[in-house]
DNA sequence: CTGAAAGCGCTAACAG
DNA sequence: CTGTTAGCGCTTTCAG
């Protein structure tokens, strides 16, 4: 592969001339530009950017840490991080981090490593130390992960509470509530609470089941039929919507009709199910402008490492209303 | 951020000592050892890889190009690749190159100036040129780039076929195939092939229609209704499962029952289609070998460049059986 | 078993 | 308007 010196050669510049033209920096003569481009052209140069970050320069290199690109949520907010990104000129290194600490603690290290200018991380893990001493600016989605590590998030609060108001409107009386494991800090911890608010106030009966988020579909199936085998429930709320179409699948083969028999509501609303299954109500997280957030607070601090910023910013949801609550 | 001398000096040795111990070459002294990395657990030190892969190393970084991860088929592959290769030592960089052929034009050269190690491809944009001098690794994913780049896919032509036959099968008489736009060296154009082949030696009546891929689904949805309401179709084949969910939604709304007045099949088979809709028949790509194979041929490239290689590697696809073509 | 020195490809003073 | 020089952080001969 050409260097620059390769360049410089062919054009009879020194290398400093070529450098100029690359980065349009100082005078040149429009003949000596001319020269350098052409041998640039023939010899499909493209600068090592590996020796110019080492430099002292960014690397235009984001860090992106989350349970997996697989989840169509997940997915959604990979691609518009990465979309904004590419547009103010960064290119992300992608890290599914799955419900593997050590693995996450490896990409810390390996992002160190590659000198990335910021990271971005919504993992599930908890407990990982490692955030505190990565030095490096970093955003967070929807966790805590160290003291001066920004978290932006959608309202969960409010989203519970919406998902609350709407399923009492649509009549149910006997709810239940279907929510991931709730470890400390949780997001989905919050949407419980606003529910719970909700439905404290109001006398309304419920129960909560909480099933592990990692587990998969088929387990998460069974521990649906049986809520919906053994309890008269009229009403449930899904922390997430994928959870909510099993739901509906489950009640189908029970042959319990949906909205009829039973009100259901999702949590997330991702381009995904507004287009496949609009059937679903659901709470809307405003993943693009969550992600907005996230770059802009990232930049900033990439920008100035030392700028103060917030702890938390929140963002509110929306409810869309579809045909389950009728 | 701490740099190899930092912790030389710490530990009171010279950089070569700190460079072996890092890179555990030569033989050292069990004493310089434990203060070499005393000094680097004391200063939180990584190793800059940027300078490192200057001096000639391998960067340990792949690009992955496709149309875009918020599609959970790609989700799905982008997935399993960074699964697969984080376990090899490689990290991605996420190039979801949409329909932008500028934008995929970009990231081949950025992924050129980052030097990294190799590069799949499987974006949708056609007429490309610069694959044909990147002169780096490359494998692609079910499309053509240039001669010498070998093209991994599953089996298209027999996944067509299969398709057919499997809605004859069910009793089909009029069938409907509905695909993308096909472009030359489009893959969804063998699949086309396959299923016109069968229908075709057993005097079946079909029609076709095409629906490009990258538009809108509501704009999808308009021409399924069209579809499903001037014709008398009874059996329908989208070469893709998103598509043929769209059909199941149109179906519904207008009062055809699915498989009793039409039987429908898909393709793709992904894990989320498999857990999230059961009911759809589909015809399965194996993903994870596919991107097994893509990664085995890429390492082989990276290690050895001028190694010789196929020009295709197709493997077998699988019929999913459903309740949509009992 | 350990160190000194050169150099990867580029940028940034400093000269002219 | 252009070139010389030094050096980013690391690896790698070549010497001890």
Redesign the pocket.
Known sequence: ????????KMA?????????V??N?????????AKVFAAMRELN????????S????KTQLIGVILPGVGNPFFGQMVQEIEDQLFKKGYRIILCNAGDDSEKERDYLRMLMANRVDGIISGSHNLGIEEYQKVGLPIISFDRYLSNNIPIVSSDNFQGGRLAAQTLMMSGSKMMEIITGANRPNSPTSNRLKGFKEILGKNDVEFNTSEIDFSSSPIIKSLKIKEILSNKKVDGIFCTDDLTALLVMQQAKDLGISIPEDLKLIGYDGTNFIQNYHPELTTIMQPIADIVTMMIDLLLKRIDDPDCKLESNYTLPVKLITGATTI
Chains 1, 2 share one sequence.
Do not use: C, F, H, W
């Open positions: 592969m050409a260097t620059l010196d390769d360049i410089a009879g510049v020194s290398a400093t001339t070529v450098s100029r690359i980065n920096y100082g005078s040149l003569s429009e003949k000596t530009k140069y493209q600068p090592n950017s590996l020796a110019r080492l430099k002292g320069k």
